[in-house]
């Protein structure tokens, strides 16, 4: 089993910048991919952005050139920069990790909101 444990979220005016942060219960060798994906209120869950152990990064559309996916191998630990961040990026934003030969995981999830 795998805990995954989010921060990072809140209240932030539009055009503002908050980073996300995930880390892993313990150490995934095999291969996996980790990222963030967002869900409104009778909305489904959408990607946002993943992110490869090798560090092949994959963005939804409407959030290229504004957020950034990274992570650090060493701390189990993956990363989400969000900038120049508009009313419709307010979601919860759920981590998740999903690993060759153990499944996929989800965080609790984190609320963002963006409102002036």
């Known amino acids: 089993q795998v805990q995954l444990v989010e921060s990072g979220g809140g209240l932030v005016q539009p055009g503002g910048s908050l980073r996300l942060s995930c880390t892993a219960s313990?150490?995934?060798?095999?291969?996996?991919?980790m990222g963030w994906y967002r869900q409104g209120p009778g909305k489904q869950r959408e990607l946002v952005a993943t992110?490869?152990?090798?560090?092949?990064?994959n963005y939804a559309d409407s959030v290229k050139g504004r957020f950034t996916v990274s992570r650090d191998n060493g701390k189990n630990t993956v990363y989400l920069q969000m900038n120049n961040l508009k009313p419709e990026d307010t979601d919860v934003y759920y981590c998740?990790?999903?690993?060759?030969?153990?499944?996929?995981?989800w965080g609790q999830g984190t609320q963002v909101t963006v409102s002036s």
């Open positions: 998740n990790l999903a690993a060759r030969g153990l499944g996929e995981y």
């Open positions: 313990r150490i995934i060798f095999s291969d996996n991919t």
């Open positions: 992110i490869t152990r090798g560090f092949t990064t």
